[in-house]
């Protein structure tokens, strides 16, 4: 069973870049078919898809957000990274990691419990 754990620094001053870690265990984030997510939750509103990594390392991000984030991975470390720049208090958002595996039917999908991210001075 795949499990991912989030970390961060849980506050951050406008402006600066926020940095969020995904580690996976239960699994390899090299494995074929899996896609690897960040995710975010605006206190009171909806899920927004940030950004995606893919298991041969192609990344793919929200038209919104692409020229702010950056999702990298270090397979040694089985981890996957969020990086994004130039924070606004609008970026307080709880995030998650999310994981599909998509060689199965119905596809696999995992979670991370979140970690809050405030964005504050």
């Known amino acids: 069973q795949v499990q991912l754990q989030e970390s961060g620094p849980g506050l951050v001053k406008p402006s600066q870049t926020l940095s969020l870690t995904c580690t996976v265990s239960?699994?390899?984030?090299?494995?074929?078919?899996?896609?690897w997510s960040w995710i975010r939750q605006p206190p009171g509103k909806g899920r927004e898809w940030m950004g995606a990594i893919a298991y041969d390392g192609d990344t793919y991000y929200s038209e919104s957000l692409k020229s702010r984030a950056d999702i990298s991975r270090d397979n040694a470390k089985n981890t996957v990274y969020l990086q994004m720049n130039s924070l606004k208090p609008e970026d307080t958002a709880v995030y998650y990691c999310?994981?599909?595996?998509?060689?199965?039917?119905?596809?696999?999908?995992?979670w991370g419990q979140g970690t809050q991210v405030t964005v504050s001075s």
């Open positions: 999310n994981a599909v595996y998509i060689a199965t039917m119905p596809f696999g999908i995992y």
């Open positions: 239960g699994g390899s984030i090299t494995t074929s078919h899996f896609y």
